[in-house]
């Protein structure tokens, strides 16, 4: 698979990383492949284990910081939600975590795709 | 001490940010303008800023970092004033809320929001450093000119002041008494003040005031000039209606000091005017031209008028011998030359041997 195929099955915007990454597509792309290796959607798992609201709020705004830069709007969306539902005092995240979950799964399958 | 560069030398970019890919992205946007510099959290931010804080352009802060965060950063700049020099941006995914106020209330210039766009945040930049370029040149601008005033208000009081001593001197040399007279009152009255100064420091007598003081002192007879040369340099003792006339030195020399314009803006005019025309007062009121009683005289009135009868008391005039020194002390402190303040009396007997020994060395008494 290759870079713009990648992005069409992730629905990624190419104006908006162009914007982003001043037109330098091989450098998103770099940063694409590493997303996989980004640390902040398991430290959300362990906050989530914990029940660590503190953890849970920081770890998914992260994660929310990179997902928007790289353009991957389904996961910054739910990112989003569960940093304000957790800011709002909510108690129950489990369908927002469960969207997020399948939002970066489905990311991460993606993208070991790409160049393969 | 580090030099100020001027704002067009400053060029490098800090970026701090925890996150590579954030870093990537802004160090992408800058790369062709400014040499950038990287740090993943504050700490490193901090060594950074301390060593670059005279090339640093501005600064892209994050706030959320381990180690040491963007506001514990911010809290540091202000501490060492370095937010006047460098702009600082936050980054964040935030506009609103309590960090978003307290980094606006340290001195953030503006708030980057994440996901980042590059073109907006050149134009904020840009729009910022030539702001602060213009600032910077107005400060320079606003120095220099502050430099030049006062190098010229300096040299006006200078010009000011030479006058009137002069016009002090050729009084004296007219009143048949040489210039050393206006001397000897400046170096007295400095002398009597500065032991004042330490037996009652609710005076406030400074060093600077009592300098300031003691050469205001040199005009308070330049009202003189307009007294007639038959009633100054009479021999003998004045009756009545000279002596009135004489009296009028006190207000005329006011006038003279207010009619030299420079004179009157400068710091020594509201002492020389008040000498000047209260030199003559005395403590219990019965003095000239106000009658002003006890301390509604000003300490420097005062003090010059101890001074100028000191000195009339231990120098040969044309109406009178010179007394000795102890004999000067003698009648002020009981009272024959008028009436005096207890306080400066007490500075006068606690000096009177420097007084003698100092001022008046040459003199034969």
Redesign the interface.
């Known amino acids: 698979m290759n870079l713009n195929e990648a992005m069409q099955r992730l629905s990624i915007s190419e104006d908006q990383v162009r914007l982003i990454f001043s037109n330098n597509l091989g450098l998103y792309e770099r940063f694409l492949l590493k997303f996989p290796q980004d640390t902040s959607y398991n430290a959300l798992c362990i906050g989530m284990e914990r029940n660590n609201r503190f953890e849970i709020e920081n770890a998914a705004h992260t994660l929310k910081g990179v997902s928007g830069n790289l353009g991957l709007d389904r996961l910054y969306r739910a990112c989003d939600a569960l940093v304000c539902t957790v800011r709002a005092g909510g108690q129950d995240f489990s369908a927002i975590y469960s969207e997020l979950t399948h939002a970066y799964r489905d990311a991460v399958t993606v993208i070991s795709e790409l160049n393969a | 001490m580090m030099t100020e560069l001027h704002t067009e030398q400053r060029k490098k970019l800090l970026i701090v940010d925890d ?4 870093r ?2 802004l160090a ?2 800058f790369h062709e303008e400014y040499e950038i510099l990287e740090a993943e959290n504050g700490q490193i931010a901090l060594d950074c800023i301390f060593a670059e804080a005279n090339t640093l352009a501005a600064v892209l802060l994050d706030v ?1 970092m381990p180690v040491l965060d963007g506001i514990a950063v911010l809290e540091w700049m202000a501490s060492k004033n370095l937010l006047d020099r460098i702009p600082v941006f936050t980054l964040t ?1 935030e506009t609103l809320g309590e960090t978003i106020d307290k980094a606006y209330e340290l001195g953030v210039v503006d708030v980057i929001p ?6 907006f945040i050149r134009r904020r930049l840009s729009n910022i450093l030539e702001l602060y370029r213009h600032r910077r040149d107005l400060q320079l601008m606003v120095q220099h000119q502050t430099a030049k005033i006062k190098e010229q208000a300096d040299a006006l009081r200078y010009n000011s002041f030479t006058i009137i001593e002069t016009l002090s001197t050729a009084i004296e040399f007219r009143n048949s008494e040489s210039g050393e007279h206006i001397k000897r009152i400046r170096d007295l009255t400095a002398m009597l003040l500065r032991v004042l100064a330490e037996m009652h420091p609710r005076f406030e007598l400074t060093h600077e005031r009592i300098q300031l003081i003691s050469e205001a002192a040199v005009m308070h007879d330049v009202g003189k000039i307009s007294i007639p040369d038959q009633i100054l340099g009479k021999p003998g003792r004045l009756d009545p209606e000279e002596f009135e006339i004489i009296k009028t030195h006190t207000l005329r020399g006011c006038e003279i000091l207010d009619s030299v314009e420079q004179l009157r803006r400068s710091e020594i005019y509201q002492y020389a005017y008040d000498i000047c025309r209260h030199h003559h007062e005395r403590y219990d009121g019965h003095g000239y031209p106000d009658g002003l009683i006890g301390d509604e005289i000003s300490i420097w009135a005062q003090v010059v008028s101890l001074a100028d009868v000191y000195d009339a008391l231990v120098s040969e005039r044309v109406y009178k011998k010179a007394y000795s020194h102890d004999a000067a002390v003698h009648m002020i402190c009981s009272g024959e030359c008028g009436v005096f303040n207890p306080h400066l009396l007490q500075v006068l007997t606690s000096c009177a041997i420097d007084i003698q020994n100092q001022l008046y060395a040459d003199s034969p008494l």
């Open positions: 996150v590579e890919l954030n990537a992205v992408e946007a959320l995914s994440k996901p980042f766009n590059p073109v």
